[in-house]
């Protein structure tokens, strides 16, 4: 079998730091924030060319408090795509802000630059571009747009750690720049954990307060704020971790290159990294017309695969009343109806990828079978 993602393998590799970091933390008692969620932040920063880092409870809290720190809030309108992991907008939606969509580029499952400005009105105050699978959106655009029109840019990078754009990192372009280190997450928590980064030391003083009930002080409240803080053990694994990000990340970009020789050579579309990235393939994703055909049969031979994601945000029940049809965001339509996750983590063996290679490229051929015999 092979598995989709493999956390035990990690955690096997590193498994006495880890139970080390913990071990620690139990013995200091000091559970929640303290001494390893304040270096941690300063560490996750740094590695992000940020200066400032605040720790949250998860991805979502990131970019909800990043939202509000920016005064985000109803009568507000945020413009994001529909083709991300649905906590993206429920974050907007958190605030009372209303999310307005754009279509993606089809080549980078990223923000259509050119459709942003047609979606701003007098209401518009942020703009939310998501750097999907690992690839960052293309930001030059976008922060020119944001400049003119007097909007914040918050960076969705829960799928981006060190991923880079035009030698920037993800994260430290916008005005604010959101973290998840959920488990399945490039650089994963061993439970939830998220993270703010911003070079704004005004966001960041309210990001601190806002995670922890609004107090200035002790009972001393003064934003109506929430209990989004990080835990103690989460900021002590995630520091033991992060030292390893570099290596995990460069391991996944080898089998990402590996599937790209073996998949391209039998014609299968493979992922388009952007001139201006660099690619952390948090997913490694494939096009494929008949996919369900694709996933049963690779199922079949043992082989897991993921759908991200099914269906855009604008055609999900949930975010019914938005009012959005089938058909305005085409691209993102067609990309959901397509895409195929194939097994990408930094533990998967050079054996295994060849495994599902020829697993697809077999797949290619029977695909391509009936069109030859009634050529
Ligand atoms: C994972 C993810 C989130 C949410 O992060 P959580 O830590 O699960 O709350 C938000 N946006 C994107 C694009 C994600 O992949």
Redesign the pocket.
């Known amino acids: 079998m092979i598995a989709f993602v493999d956390l035990k393998a990690q955690y096997t590799s590193i498994r006495s730091e880890v139970d080390a970091a913990i071990q620690a933390v139990l013995a200091s008692c000091q559970f929640t924030l303290g001494s390893e969620v304040a270096a941690f932040e300063q560490e996750f920063a740094a590695y992000c060319d940020s200066t400032h880092g605040v720790g949250v409870n998860?991805?979502?809290?990131?970019?909800h408090l990043a939202l509000l720190a920016a005064g985000i809030g109803p009568g507000d309108e945020v413009i994001t795509v529909p083709f991300?992991?649905v906590?993206?907008v429920s974050?907007i939606d958190y605030t009372g802000a209303r999310p307005v969509f754009v279509d993606i580029d089809p080549i980078s499952y990223t923000m259509d630059v050119h459709a942003v400005e047609a979606a701003i009105t007098p209401h518009t105050r942020a703009i939310v571009p998501?750097?999907?699978y690992g690839q960052v959106a293309d930001m030059d655009p976008i922060l020119a747009i944001a400049r003119r029109h007097g909007l914040i840019v918050i960076e969705?990078a829960?799928?981006a750690h060190g991923a880079h754009y035009k030698g920037r990192r993800a994260g430290s372009m916008g005005d604010l720049g959101?973290f998840?280190?959920?488990p399945g997450?490039n650089l994963g928590a061993c439970g939830?954990?998220?993270m703010v980064v911003t070079d704004r030391p005004d966001y960041a003083r309210t990001l601190r307060m806002l995670r922890d009930w609004g107090a200035e002080t002790k009972y001393h409240h003064v934003l109506r704020g929430y209990n989004f803080r990080m835990e103690a053990i989460q900021g002590a694994v995630l520091r033991v971790k992060l030292r390893r990000l570099e290596a995990w990340t460069e391991a996944r970009r080898a089998l990402a290159a590996r599937y790209d020789d073996g998949l391209r050579a039998c014609g299968v579309a493979t992922p388009r990294v952007m001139a201006y990235a660099r690619h952390v393939f948090?997913i490694y994703a494939i096009r494929c017309a008949e996919r369900q055909q694709w996933q049963d049969a690779l199922s079949a031979r043992g082989i897991q695969t993921g759908i991200h994601y099914p269906t855009p945000v604008h055609l999900l029940p949930a975010f019914a009343d938005l009012g959005y049809q089938v058909g305005q965001f085409p691209h993102a339509e067609q990309a959901a109806r397509e895409v195929l996750s194939l097994p990408m983590y930094a533990e998967l063996s050079p054996s295994q990828c060849d495994e599902v290679i020829d697993a697809v490229a077999a797949l290619v051929l029977q695909d391509s079978r009936p069109a030859r015999l009634a050529a």
């Open positions: 998860t991805g979502t809290s990131a970019l991300t992991f906590a993206t974050a998501v750097h999907l969705d829960c799928q959101c998840s280190f959920y997450k939830e954990a998220g948090h």
